[in-house]
């Protein structure tokens, strides 16, 4: 090691009598050594107090305009440069003499980042009390952090007071779509419990429309007949009446593969298929037709397609497998409606009225903990994944939605060979080169050290982005012997194989999302998901109508929240969950 500076000199008796013991010296040494082993690595970011608030700030003025071009710039540095950066444009603007309402908009927007989530809320707080010409924005800000952290009906109060308190209603629709996405994602006990507590009559009757939307369009339809009963401001969601008017589908094709390898992914998919037709239609009267063509069969998606469309087939669903579904999608002309079970790169980018695509991708998931990790107050993070073709899309989709919130990434292991884990994972975390140094004590002095190394810290929260529960019950004990066993960790649903085993215990306190249809009370196994899959693509066929009209969540599905977007594509929102010994359980966000 290289001093910096000068040192200053050793008095003459201290070196006399340190010359005289040697083993002084070693003691001394080994002493140094530990605390150097034992020393947490700390990053120049993490050293510097990123917010200070300072009680001898003016306080806002009522009637204050907000400069949000500073606002945008300083969180385009947060985000896209660093909290220093931020930071420095925010005593720059300070020194400009910016106006005190803007400032503190700022300071919360700062504490955000930091993670100091009780600040951040605070201080918008106290800039809606002292500046109402603020609240607007404030209602905006505070609707999406609430959001990103899972409180769904605080942010469904915030979208609704920001509405009912703006005398502009050009975005009503917007709004309304989005309101009623919050509300989609409570239980059904909640929503009656906060409709018996509501006071306002319009946010009472957007409760009891949700309430009704769940038992079917019969039961909306006779909600929405009451006098004074649909919700004036915001208006009620254009989809559910495109819902309610629509033609019911009359005949339903499937389109699986019920040979071969891939014969049980088929088999499962048809029934869960089957099983939401009779939930949704008991009537048989009513009932659709359902018809299943074989696509393992020489002739190709492409003939069975026509065939479906020639034997009057209102919808098709399938076909399951990428290439089928590649190969369809490049059909020029498709008249009848397509539910494809899996997605390809090429068709996301080809928007299609007549087409969606409804898949099991983990990019969702990635995505997911991504923002269940960012809105639970997690700003820098550890990522653990496979070297494959599946870890990649799923490090990409990660990286990118993380970085997009602003959050860091303070290093990732991506495992090649499962056999190095261990000494990668702890040079990874610091603990490693730490374990190093102590036994490079005890062999230098010969002396035993009562002592384990420190990892590092600048870090809050892990990603594991295993490929399947076998390898995550290998990573999850290393991340805890490598001294990380109380930092959150967060995974997708493969590491969940949906059968109940006692080594589920290593996954205990492991946060990650799973399709509600693997959740208890019910059992599941290795198929679970693809029955849940079949369930959603019948379901999706009967809102079909209602799917084009907004991009915003419509459907609770058993593979999660389903929303259309504009490109086809249905992205899924899932549950979140944890092991509890062998058995899964559901997990409420704080």
């Not at 884990?421 to 004590?441: F, K, P, W, Y």
């Amino acid at each position: 090691m290289t001093p910096i500076g000068h040192p200053r000199k050793a008095p003459k008796r201290l070196f006399q009598l340190l010359s005289r013991c040697p083993h002084v010296l070693s003691v001394l040494a080994a002493a140094m050594l530990l605390v150097a082993c034992a020393g947490p690595s700390v990053e120049r970011d993490r050293e510097v107090p990123l917010l200070v608030v300072d009680d001898t700030l003016p306080l806002p003025v009522e009637g204050e305009q907000i400069d949000l071009k500073a606002i945008d710039n300083v969180i385009r540095l947060a985000k896209a440069d660093s909290l220093l950066a931020a930071r420095y444009e925010r005593n720059q603007l300070l020194l400009a003499d910016i106006d005190a309402s803007t400032l503190l908009f700022i300071d919360s927007v700062l504490a955000w980042f930091s993670g100091n989530t009780a600040l951040s809320d605070q201080l918008l707080t106290n800039l809606a009390r002292d500046n109402t010409a603020a609240l607007d924005l404030v209602l905006q800000e505070q609707e999406a952090r609430q959001a990103l952290a899972g409180d769904w009906l605080a942010a469904a109060k915030a979208l609704f007071q920001r509405a009912h308190a703006r005398s502009d209603s050009r975005q009503d629709q917007t709004v309304s779509d989005r309101l009623f996405g919050y509300l989609l994602r409570l239980d059904t006990a909640t929503l009656a419990k906060a409709s018996r507590a509501a006071s306002e009559p319009n946010w009472r009757k957007w409760l009891q429309m949700q309430i009704a939307y769940r038992e079917g369009p019969e039961a909306l339809t006779a909600w929405m007949t009451r006098p004074n009963a649909p919700p004036q401001h915001p208006a009620m969601p254009q989809h559910l009446k495109r819902w309610v008017a629509s033609q019911t589908v009359d005949h339903i094709a499937l389109l699986l593969p019920l040979e071969g390898s891939l014969a049980g992914a088929g088999e499962a998919v048809l029934s869960g298929a089957i099983d939401q037709l009779y939930t949704l239609f008991p009537d048989p009267s009513s009932r659709p037709a359902l018809t299943t063509l074989n696509s393992s069969q020489p002739a190709g998606v492409r003939e069975l397609y026509r065939q479906a469309v020639a034997d009057g087939a209102d919808l098709i669903i399938g076909p399951l497998i990428k290439e089928d579904v590649a190969l369809l999608g490049q059909l020029a002309q498709r008249t009848v409606p397509v539910i494809a079970l899996n997605q390809t790169d090429p068709l996301a980018r080809s928007p299609n009225r007549n087409w969606m695509s409804l898949s099991l991708a983990p990019e969702d998931e990635a995505r997911q903990i991504a923002d269940v990790a960012f809105g639970q107050a997690c700003r820098h993070a550890i990522v653990v994944g496979m070297n494959s073709d599946r870890g990649a899309r799923l490090l990409s989709s990660f990286t990118d939605r993380w970085t997009q919130h602003g959050g860091r990434i303070r290093g990732q292991l991506i495992v090649d060979n499962p056999a190095d884990t261990n000494t990668e994972m702890g040079r990874l975390l610091g603990s490693g080169s730490s374990d190093q140094r102590i036994r490079a004590v005890e062999r230098a002095f010969d002396l035993p050290v009562d002592a384990r190394g420190r990892g590092r810290s600048d870090f809050e929260c892990i990603f594991m982005l295993a490929p399947d529960a076998a390898t995550a019950r290998t990573w999850r004990p290393l991340l805890v012997f490598h001294m990380t066993g109380d930092v959150p960790v967060y995974a997708t649903s493969a590491i969940n194989d949906g059968v109940a085993d006692t080594r589920n215990r290593d996954l205990n306190g492991v946060v990650f999302v799973e399709t509600p249809a693997m959740l208890p009370p019910r059992v599941t196994d290795r198929l679970s998901r693809l029955r849940a899959l079949g369930r959603d693509a019948l379901t999706l066929a009967q809102h079909w109508q209602q799917t084009t009209e907004t991009d915003q969540w419509v459907i609770r599905g058993q593979t999660g929240l389903l929303r259309r977007k504009k490109d086809g594509l249905v992205e899924r929102e899932l549950a979140l969950a944890t092991f509890d010994g062998a058995q899964v359980r559901p997990v409420a966000l704080p």
